[in-house]
């Protein structure tokens, strides 16, 4: 694993959500802010009830700044609102805040490139100080890369996936389910089972927050 510098050093003195974005911005602890367009921090209100968590920002985010705002996002508004989450009580984030990508070839979207495992260490300062300053009451890890960020290494979604845990070190709960990006990759004759099964998951987090 490539060591990188990490981001706890640009971390600002104040934690609010606004001087954390403005100081992501600045940030170099790994490699990923030299190709990329610009930091895509996440996006929600401080007072969130759930708090989503992704991979990396993708073709679309990193051209907007915002997160989730590509076709996984779309996916992603369409199941909560199935499994009856209020979409403007989520914040929204990712595990790192620099696309990472292959080039592509003249005229066509870049592909987004899972993350290395220094660069998600590197970038976990900024998760760990958004769960902080947002401090909702679940968590929710999309896909394997949001799962091991938080729940270390031998965290594995197929296996305790949908299942509400305690998260580490925090007062909240945690529920990893699959990436909506998974869903969208599938066969498509495999297609509306996965998305029903992310909307099955993500009804176990609308009733954790509704009885809370």
């Not at 993708?58 to 009856?84: C, H, I, N, S, Y």
Request: hydrophobic share 40%.
């Amino acid at each position: 694993m490539v060591k990188y510098e990490g981001a706890q050093r640009y971390l600002p003195e104040g934690r609010g959500l606004a001087e954390l974005r403005e100081a992501a911005g600045r940030c170099r602890g790994c490699d990923l802010y030299a190709d990329a367009t610009q930091t895509v921090f996440g996006a929600g209100p401080q007072n969130a009830r759930v708090l989503m968590v992704g991979e990396v920002p993708g073709d679309r985010e990193d051209a907007t700044g915002k997160p989730f705002v590509g076709p996984a996002g779309g996916l992603l508004d369409k199941a909560m609102k199935d499994a009856g989450i209020d979409r403007g009580g989520v914040y929204v984030t990712n595990a790192v805040k620099h696309f990472r990508f292959t080039p592509a070839e003249r005229g066509k979207r870049r592909i987004h490139k899972k993350p290395s495992r220094g660069q998600i260490v590197a970038c976990r300062p900024w998760l760990v100080a958004e769960l902080e300053a947002v401090t909702p009451g679940v968590v929710v890890c999309l896909g394997a890369t949001a799962a091991q960020s938080l729940l270390g290494t031998d965290f594995r979604v197929s296996q305790q996936r949908g299942e509400l845990l305690d998260l580490p070190g925090g007062e909240a709960r945690v529920l990893a389910t699959a990436h909506p990006s998974a869903i969208l990759r599938a066969p498509a004759e495999d297609r509306e089972q996965a998305y029903q099964e992310l909307v099955k998951d993500l009804r176990v987090v609308a009733k954790a927050t509704k009885a809370a």
